[in-house]
């Protein structure tokens, strides 16, 4: 089984822009690696037999070893992402996340890739509470799949579920989870997964904006 990891290089100006304010660049950029870093232990921790970085940009100190880097070619996310499907899949089965959702575990991880095995299930989808997917997983990778499907849109969870049924796919659907995308969606990740590298980030910023509290906790 195969674990693929779409992400962009954490550089400042150009990742989390949407917590700005109140991050600085430089400070949103901190807690888009430390998302990225979680993403990629989570990976490394579940039972996939290889994980693809589908990568944006040069990998940096944050990129474990063990992780195989792939670049994501030219061209609209939806390309991109086919793109990481065709050259970081191979034939077998896959699993697909983004950096976004560094509170889901190799359990989560785990129990998705496991619905893969069953004779029953052609994919797995992960719907995100701004509408979009935070991961997708296919028995039988097929890059046409995600091809023409709209991005960052309101329904784009449920355009590429529309996809995957006009396909004749039978998907199973996975656990609801918060995509950071606004710094409150990065504040209430932290309080759900406090442990993380992200929620560690998310208190330091907290604590610079408020001295007194912090809503990721101590």
């Known amino acids: 089984m195969h674990l693929i990891v779409v992400a962009k290089e954490p550089v400042p100006g150009r990742v989390k822009t949407r ?16 998302a990225l870093a979680d993403t990629l232990d989570a990976a490394l921790a579940s039972g996939a037999d290889r ?11 944050w990129c474990p ?19 990481a499907w065709s050259h ?9 996340v983004g950096m976004d959702t560094p509170q889901v575990s ?17 994919a797995v989808l992960g719907p995100a509470t701004d509408g ?10 097929r890059p046409e799949a995600v091809l023409g499907v709209p991005t960052s849109l309101p329904d784009t969870g449920a355009r590429q579920a529309a996809r995957l049924a006009a396909l004749g796919m039978r998907t199973r659907q996975l656990e609801l989870q918060t995509d950071i995308d606004t710094w409150p969606d990065a504040v209430a990740v932290a309080m759900r997964a406090p442990a993380t590298r992200v929620a560690a980030a998310v208190r330091a910023q907290a604590a610079r904006l408020n ?5 990721a906790g101590p």
Request: proline content about 10%.
């Open 19 to 34: 917590l700005c304010p109140p991050c600085s660049p430089v400070e949103a950029a901190r807690v888009a690696a430390a």
């Open 51 to 61: 994980v693809v970085l589908a990568l944006d940009g040069r990998p940096g100190s």
């Open 65 to 83: 070893g063990g992780v195989v880097v792939i670049g994501q070619g030219p061209g609209s996310l939806d390309r991109r992402l086919a793109h």
């Open 88 to 96: 970081g899949a191979g034939r077998g089965p896959a699993l697909q």
């Open 106 to 122: 190799a359990v989560d991880l785990n129990r998705a890739m496991a619905a893969l095995h069953d004779d029953q299930v052609d």
């Open 132 to 141: 979009g997917w935070w991961g997708l997983g296919m028995r039988r990778p």
């Open 211 to 215: 001295p007194v509290t912090s809503p």
